[in-house]
């Protein structure tokens, strides 16, 4: 597995099978300068894991192949130590809860202000676990 070199950007990976929620997080994450790889199925990105390296994960979680909960079980097996932000346009206080105990850096409601994401990023980076509720 690769692992990035201090002079190289920060890889955040995009998985959302709505692409226009994929096109702008990638934008925005670009603009933030970071390098960023969209996915819209969440297996074709659990594919790449393992030649690519990832230094943070942003998941939808409603997918129709698998869901970005289980993409978190999945990457916890493979990945351990790559942070996931958790993103959903359906809020619901279990799937909140679920989140935080399985680790997740960040769970946002869309949509979210761009600073709210960019803020999970970079705690996603230094190693700091906490969850956001967004607006």
Do not use: W
């Not at 990832?54 to 990457?75: S, T």
């Not at 790559?82 to 809860?97: K, S, W, Y």
């Amino acid at each position: 597995m690769q692992t990035p070199s201090a002079g190289q950007r920060r890889v955040i990976a995009v998985v959302d099978d709505d692409s226009s929620v994929r096109t702008a997080l990638s934008r925005l994450c670009r603009s933030a300068g970071y390098d960023a790889k969209a996915f819209d199925s969440p297996r074709e990105f659990l594919q790449s894991v393992e030649s690519q390296a990832y230094d943070c994960a942003i998941v939808d979680i409603r997918m129709p192949e698998l869901d970005g909960f289980a993409l978190q079980r999945e990457l916890l097996i493979v990945r351990p130590a790559l942070p996931v932000i958790l993103i959903t346009a359906h809020d619901e206080p279990a799937g909140r809860a679920r989140a935080l105990a399985a680790g997740a850096v960040a769970y946002l409601r869309k949509p979210f202000p761009n600073e709210e994401l960019l803020s999970a990023i970079l705690r996603a980076l230094r190693g700091s676990a906490s969850i956001g509720a967004g607006p």
